[in-house]
């Protein structure tokens, strides 16, 4: 299966090693789309082609296109690969908290038949969450737990560096979460999705001067009983804001598409 990636960042950088690792499955990265004018990659047969531009990008033989960029990126591109009938796997998940984004790449997959997938990213248990939708769910809180180093430039107002005991930096819904640090919550935007949506997910966003990894807390009450889950996640390799989780989801999510046997879901 052909496959490209738009952003090559930190994560674009994981899934490109892992598909040439075979971690993936049979897969076959053969393009990827940045801003940076030179290639990151080299001359020799069978290196990836790269791409400035969106057209000849998606002129591209490719079943399936990862986006590991950032909102903003996905919701100016996104529409143009689904509307080239190519899947496409999101990572930066909260573009889907604009409603009108989210039905507008709804009704394109629809036409286009094809999907858009979004991954796990630096949480799981969205499997319970989806099955226990199925009833009713009452209420579910993300609270996420971050060194302040990992939260640089989210509040103008406050000095993360002067911080000495944990900080409550936000709670309220998931909806203006994703907006206010969209660097840092795009799992609130996967849980709502998965959930009971923007509005009635509650996310706190933490500050911890004491903590040295990221955490992730699910808390979540419906006719099915009570599920609590956390999860504390190493940061991705060169950059702190990301969990590497995040990124190992974005690898399985592509090698879910070369698989028969599926586990879970």
């Known amino acids: 299966m052909n496959l490209g990636i738009i952003g090559y960042g930190n994560m674009g950088r994981i899934l490109a090693q892992a598909i040439e690792d075979r971690k993936a499955g ?32 998606l002129k591209t033989d490719m079943a399936v296109v990862v986006e590991t960029a950032s909102q903003a990126v996905l919701k100016e591109h996104g529409p143009r690969v689904v509307g080239a009938g190519k899947n496409l796997i999101a990572m930066s998940t909260g573009a889907f908290s604009d409603r009108a984004f989210l039905e507008k ?33 009452d209420e579910v809180t993300l609270t996420t737990t971050k060194p302040p180093r990992a939260l640089a430039g989210v509040d103008r107002d406050l000095d993360l560096a002067t911080i000495t005991e944990p900080t409550l930096l936000y709670e ?13 919550v795009n799992v609130a935007a996967t849980l709502s999705l998965a ?27 419906g006719a099915f009983g009570e599920l609590h889950l956390a999860f504390t996640n190493v ?15 974005a690898i399985r999510a592509v090698k879910n598409l070369t698989e028969t046997f599926r586990i879970g879901g």
């Open 26 to 57: 049979d897969v076959s990265l053969v393009a990827v789309l940045d801003v940076f004018a030179d290639s990151p990659f080299g001359d020799g047969a069978g290196e990836p082609a790269y791409f400035t531009q969106i057209d000849p990008f």
């Open 195 to 221: 959930g009971i949506g923007f509005e009635r997910t509650v996310v706190r966003l933490v500050a911890d001067p004491h903590a040295t990894l990221n955490t992730h807390r699910i808390d979540a009450r």
């Open 105 to 137: 790449m709804s009704d394109l997959a629809v036409e286009r038949g094809c999907r858009v997938m979004l991954p796990s990213g630096a949480i799981g248990g969205l499997d319970a969450i989806l099955a226990a939708g199925v009833d009713q769910i």
């Open 235 to 249: 940061p991705s390799p060169d950059n702190p804001k990301t969990s590497y989780l995040a990124a190992l989801s």
């Open 172 to 184: 309220g819904p998931a909806g203006e979460a994703v907006v206010r640090f969209p660097k840092n």
